[in-house]
């Protein structure tokens, strides 16, 4: 029998999600060279939540004209047109190295000593929003980005190290490095001049890792 005037409970609520880092989908290969030289002398970091300012042309191409009959919602748009191949791989705290005197394979351990953020990084001038660059380029090359990702202190890297060689090791973000175009897109839908760009954009975290002898 059902007791009359019991409350009904409430189903609880459902956690928020909590957007964690992306780690290193594959397994770290060892490379026989060390990281490509820093990009980073032409680039330019990318504030997130920048309002890009419209071009400088009071009227769009070939004057106002008629409107369409939807007028399109005026701003920056990005195109990709090309993905780099290479591993890009900006890194975060000092490169450490184990070498092996001795005739008998060995073991390296490597942990990472300094946390920093790595966000997106570009050559040129990005006039589009962040959150547009990333989701035309995550839609284009199928994908996943993020606008930023910290590498922290503590991560562990462990391998072997062949007799006589010495094993490097650099923590920090891999990047997807594309190139691509800002175009403003005008009220009665004509677009502007085409401004080239080069993006890096964090892909995951990771460690960079190459031997000498």
Known sequence: MLGVGSPALAEAPTPPA???????????????EPPAPPE??????????EAPAPPPEEEPPGGPGRLPA???????????????????HKGVGVTQANHNATGRTGR??????????????????LKAGASVVLAEIEAEYNVELSAKLTA???NKYV????????????YGVYRLKTA??????????????????????????????????
């Open 70 to 88: 939807q007028p399109c919602l005026p701003g920056w748009i990005w195109e990709s047109t090309k993905k780099y191949t290479g591993r890009h």
């Open 180 to 213: 691509g175009y800002n175009q403003y897109v005008y009220l009665n839908c004509t677009k502007g001049t085409k401004q080239n760009a080069t993006v890096y954009s964090p892909r995951y975290i990771g460690w960079y890792v190459w031997e000498t002898k």
């Open 108 to 125: 390296s351990e490597f942990i990472s000593e300094v946390a920093g953020e790595v966000g997106i990084s570009v050559s040129g001038k």
């Open 152 to 154: 922290r202190v503590g």
């Open 18 to 32: 909590i957007e964690t880092p992306i780690e290193t989908p594959i397994e770290t290969p060892i490379e026989t």
């Open 40 to 49: 980073e002398t032409d680039l330019e970091d990318v504030v997130d939540g």
């Open 159 to 170: 391998t072997k190290t062949p007799p006589r060689t010495t094993t490097h090791a650099r």
